[in-house]
């Protein structure tokens, strides 16, 4: 995988960048809030997860710019392929040309990995940050993964307001159990992929921890 370049416009701090790589390994310096950070932002948002800072999407626009877009040229071991993302209010999306619906459709296409100091909440912090570390990295590899993650988002959504409306529509109790078996089938398929990751990524964290 290897990254040709970079154009940006209206996103964070860049009203306009074109950022070309060469061959090798590239060191990105500058002082402070140059953009740095910005740059690996924006391509991290062509792996299909959100942002790794956790931002929203208005806070990646520019002040006072209604959307952000960005456009990428990359290459596999067999050929060059371009992607691009609108973000705002004319939010459109393409991966060679071909419209998408939505960035998670880049999955698999784009896999990257960030370090970053605030790795250290995956140990500090409780159990969601790990948890979130699991579904970007496994719907890098299993893009199907982030379907059944969004299944998920969306069934737990649906019961959550089910159990808001009960006092208004007691009869619609017996539903829950409904809700309660999706629940249970799509989260053993999640657990069962992470699972696997673990599994694998123990063989390696294990060597390293010896």
Request: net charge positive; no cysteine.
């Amino acid at each position: 995988m290897k990254v040709n370049a970079l154009e940006a416009e209206n996103f964070r701090n860049f009203s306009a960048l074109r950022f070309e790589a060469g061959d090798g390994i590239h060191v990105i310096y500058g002082d402070n809030a140059q953009g740095k950070t910005n740059l690996m932002e924006a391509l991290w948002l062509f792996t299909g997860n959100r942002s790794f800072r956790g931002a929203k999407e208005s806070e990646m626009i520019a002040i006072g710019q209604n959307y952000a877009k960005l456009e990428l040229y990359f290459e596999d071991s067999e050929r060059e392929q371009t992607a691009g993302l609108m973000l705002g209010e004319r939010k459109k999306h393409h991966l060679n040309r071909v419209p998408v619906k939505t960035p998670s459709e880049f999955s698999g296409r784009f896999p990257a990995v960030v370090f970053s100091p605030a790795d250290l909440t995956f140990v500090k912090d409780g159990p969601e940050k790990r948890r979130r570390f699991l579904d970007m990295a496994i719907s890098q590899l299993k893009p199907v993964y982030q379907n059944y993650l969004n299944q998920y988002s969306r069934v737990l959504l649906q019961k959550n307001t089910l159990l808001k409306d009960l006092y208004r529509h007691p009869s619609l109790r017996p539903t829950i159990e409904l809700w309660d078996l999706q629940l249970a089938k799509i989260g053993t398929i999640l657990t069962s992929f992470r699972m696997d990751y673990l599994k694998k990524l123990g063989v390696f964290a294990g060597r390293i921890y010896e």
